[in-house]
């Protein structure tokens, strides 16, 4: 009998959710069809997903963060079929392959001058976990500083440092000597820091829940701080890196130095799992200082050429279409004229952001009737106006967007980084209507907010 992926894609794609509901995670296909984000997707390319009725939308998300390149991109797909029918050697193991080295110097010609080395992982929470292991071990230190609202990933060493109650919640006890400081509080990283006892600091240059950028001089003096006192900074750059903040870096927004950089997401091309660490030559030697601590630290799958010709052709492609320039360039467009909005509309409060990496925010309205409104939302489940912001883009706008966390009224923008002025236009015009819309009391949006509200109070008396 023949195997074929694209028979078992044709004959069983509109058996999808009944699949997830009957094998993987029910919620999440209850979530989905609450806020009528279940379709059926057929094809996906560059910026754009489409589902069977051909319909085109414009994907904002980018798989939280992973298609930086876009969907499908030929340069990738050519690279990984190449890979495949060249029969490589691979994970010999007892050997060391050619690929992992070319990456490993690619991306080390883009870190700043004091990172040399990279190790190489399977995500981005194995990266975290790595530095982790790599900062005890290089210091001989056991604790680790962490900003509240930061998000490192959901493994036990890195869920240690996740600052938001809801992951956590149960799955404890988790690493000791982890310690929160708030995000952008210099005296509370000082007093956290000041006993020389810190292993290291890891923080994401720009937190990925709620989009919130540091002020200028925070980085710079982390730097500092945590060369005072022996801590080693880690920039978790999982999210922001590989071009997202219009940079290559986001650390380059500041010029600043850690001592490793963890990354992930982008690097994969969007197609197969990779994570890594850029350090010191130190860090690197203090961790694998003997032959017999050759694999002190590592995984099975880490360095597969699959994965490693995903992050070359991914770089290649970030090269040769300019897509860090376009992203500062288009980036800076959005935030510009959303916030050209704000005078329209009472509930937008401000879109900020670096790159393609963007908050939109809303708040409590002045006049009384919007208040009203919002209170009646508030109430239910703290964040819900923004759901009547993500659904109607969605179902009337094709624009697949997020919140930017629990609890809090962000929507966020994680597109691909080669997003075209029409993309801009189309997310501008988008938005301008679904904030309208949400300015109309009554009106149809306000009764979905009804039902909105009803679903969360439901749920709060289930749980
Ligand atoms: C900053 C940051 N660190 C770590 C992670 C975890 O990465 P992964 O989901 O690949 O484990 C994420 C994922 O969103 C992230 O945004």
Redesign the pocket.
């Known amino acids: 009998m023949s195997f074929s992926i694209a028979d078992l894609f044709s004959q069983h794609n509109s058996e999808k959710f009944e699949l997830h509901e009957n094998y993987l995670n029910n919620q999440m296909v209850r979530v989905l069809k609450t806020i009528g984000y279940d379709r059926n997707y057929t094809k996906a390319q560059g910026q754009y997903l489409y589902d069977q009725d051909n319909t085109e939308y414009l994907d904002c998300l980018s798989g939280?963060g992973v298609f930086a390149v876009g969907r499908n991109h030929p340069t990738v797909v050519k690279a990984l079929q190449e890979t495949l029918t060249l029969e490589l050697p691979n994970l010999v193991q007892m050997d060391v392959s050619v690929l992992s080295g070319l990456l490993a110097k690619k991306l080390i010609e883009t870190t700043p001058d004091n990172l040399q080395k990279m190790f190489f992982c399977n995500?981005?929470?194995e990266a975290?976990e790595a530095a982790i292991k790599f900062a005890r071990y290089t210091t001989k230190r056991e604790k680790i500083v962490f900003c509240d609202h930061g998000?490192?990933?959901l493994t036990m060493g890195?869920l240690s440092l996740v600052g938001d109650d809801i992951f956590r919640e149960g799955f404890g006890p988790l690493l000791p000597e982890c310690h929160p400081v708030p995000f952008n509080d210099l005296s509370a990283l000082e007093a956290a820091l000041k006993n020389s006892d810190v292993a290291a600091f890891i923080v994401?240059p720009i937190q990925?829940k709620g989009v919130n950028i540091p002020d200028d001089n925070y980085l710079p003096e982390v730097e500092r701080l945590c060369k005072k006192y022996g801590t080693l900074f880690v920039a978790?750059e999982?999210?922001t890196g590989i071009g997202r903040t219009g940079k290559f870096w986001a650390i380059d927004h500041w010029n600043v130095k850690p001592d490793m950089i963890?990354m992930?997401?982008a690097l994969s091309g969007g197609f197969v799992p990779v994570?890594g660490v850029a350090m010191t030559d130190h860090i690197m030697e203090t961790v694998f200082n003997r032959m017999d601590r050759a694999v002190v630290h590592g995984s099975t799958f880490s360095k597969n050429n699959m994965a490693m010709a995903a992050g070359l052709a991914t770089l290649q492609v970030m090269e040769d279409e300019k897509l860090v320039e376009n992203c500062a360039k288009v980036g800076e467009e959005i935030i510009q004229q959303v916030n050209a909005l704000s005078s329209k509309y009472e509930f937008l409060k401000e879109a900020r952001g670096k790159g393609l990496m963007i908050a939109i925010e809303f708040h409590a309205p002045k006049s009384l009737t919007l208040k009203a409104a919002w209170a009646t939302l508030e109430a239910a489940n703290k964040g819900l106006f923004c759901q009547m912001i993500t659904i109607p883009l969605f179902k009337d706008h094709h624009l697949l967007t997020q919140v930017a966390g629990h609890g809090m009224n962000i929507v966020k923008l994680l597109p691909p980084l080669n997003l075209t002025s029409k993309d801009r236009d189309w997310i501008i015009n988008s938005f301008d209507q679904a904030i309208a819309d949400t300015h109309q009391i009554p009106g149809s949006i306000w009764s979905l907010g009804k039902n909105l509200a009803s679903h969360a109070l439901k749920s709060k008396k289930g749980s």
Do not use: L, N, R
Request: hydrophobic share 20%; with cysteine.
């Open positions: 939280f995500s981005g929470t975290v998000y490192h990933g890195s994401e990925g978790d999982v999210q963890c992930a997401k994570g």
